[in-house]
């Protein structure tokens, strides 16, 4: 994902502008895994192998997402992705722990 296309991009809920937070990036300067945040709604939209995951909830598997929010525990700075939403508090520890 080219880092122009971020401002072309915004919530396809609420049009509100998306925070971009970059964990990987390539050799050719495009994001290759990172997040968008909506601080509007709260969502958080993965960047997986270079594509922005923009589905509507329904259409979206947290059992997919999942593992890349604990990798991304660092970036994520002590937040936690609950239903999709970036939030302060874990809501689902026995999950996450399992
Ligand atoms: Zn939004």
Not at 47 to 66: A, L, Q, S
Not at 75 to 84: A, E, I, M, P, T
Request: glycine fraction near 4%.
């Amino acid at each position: 994902m080219r880092k122009i296309t971020l401002e072309k991009l915004c919530c396809p809920f609420d049009k509100a502008l998306l925070k971009v937070t970059i964990v990987a990036i390539d050799m050719s300067d495009n994001i290759q895994e990172g997040y968008l945040h909506c601080s509007t709604c709260n969502r958080i939209y993965p960047i997986v192998m270079g594509i922005p995951i923009m589905n509507p909830d329904e259409y979206r598997e947290i059992k997919y997402e999942k593992p890349l929010y604990e990798r991304w525990s660092k970036q994520l700075n002590g937040k936690y992705v609950s239903d999709f939403r970036l939030s302060s508090y874990q809501t689902s520890s026995r999950a996450i722990e399992e």
